[in-house]
T-cell receptor, first 115, second 110 residues
Framework: KAGVTQTPRYLIKTRGQQVTLSCSPI?????VSWYQQTPGQGLQFLFE???????NKGNFPGRFSGRQFSNSRSEMNVSTLELGDSALYLC??????????????FGPGTRLLVL | SQQGEEDPQALSIQEGENATMNCSYK?????LQWYRQNSGRGLVHLIL?????REKHSGRLRVTLDTSKKSSSLLITASRAADTASYFC??????????FGGGTRLMVKP
């Protein structure tokens, strides 16, 4: 089975621009979560989608948004980019959400640099 | 915000030695998971331990959980250079939302 794939792998943007990142979960997985990783804040939960519905959202401003399609693929969007948005964005998939009892499988991440 | 805090933040050992990493968390949990991350890449799931379990083994990995102390430890026995990575504990909150600790950077010298 193919693992979680994320595109693009690397991205350079300038302040004020917007960016869209894509995540394809493992075949059959219906839950997709997004995390941001920075040296200063570590790994932080962004949001989780299941059956095209956002189930949980972390403590991030409204500039961060996401969606999930009927094939479980997910996208996240960051508008009006700030320097502090430079980070590794990780996507994780699992069969279904189940209170943390389901193993989440992570993709390789998208490294975003905002100049 | 980080629920878990790993200790130590960095650990350097020789190949063949055992490596122990500790994780403390603040609120009650359903499960605790350990992940490995190689050099800024994606996370690899190592082991999940449920709140009603005290110890779990997987190959050279041994995880313990003490819910009364809100702490967990990960032991890697007979370490190899390939074990060099950052190790994170993660606790569940609502749904699939994992809260990660700051991680332990493990260096295994050949």
């Amino acid at each position: 089975k193919a693992g979680v794939t994320q595109t693009p792998r690397y991205l350079i943007k300038t302040r004020g621009q917007q960016v869209t990142l894509s995540c394809s979960p493992i075949s059959g997985h219906r839950s997709v979560s997004w995390y941001q990783q920075t040296p200063g804040q570590g790994l932080q939960f962004l949001f989780e989608y299941f059956s095209e519905t956002q189930r949980n959202k972390g403590n991030f401003p409204g500039r961060f948004s996401g969606r999930q399609f009927s094939n479980s693929r997910s996208e996240m969007n960051v508008s009006t980019l700030e320097l502090g948005d430079s980070a590794l964005y990780l996507c994780a998939s699992s069969l279904v959400p189940s209170g943390g009892a389901e193993t989440q499988y992570f993709g390789p991440g998208t490294r975003l640099l905002v100049l | 915000s980080q629920q878990g805090e790993e200790d130590p933040q960095a650990l350097s050992i020789q190949e063949g030695e055992n490596a122990t990493m500790n994780c403390s968390y603040k609120t009650s949990i359903n499960n605790l998971q350990w992940y490995r991350q190689n050099s800024g890449r994606g996370l690899v799931h190592l082991i999940l331990i449920r709140s009603n379990e005290r110890e779990k083994h997987s190959g050279r990995l041994r995880v313990t959980l003490d819910t009364s102390k809100k702490s967990s430890s990960l032991l890697i026995t007979a370490s190899r250079a390939a074990d060099t990575a950052s190790y994170f504990c993660a606790t569940d909150n609502a749904g699939n939302m994992l809260t990660f600790g700051g991680g332990t950077r493990l260096m295994v010298k050949p």
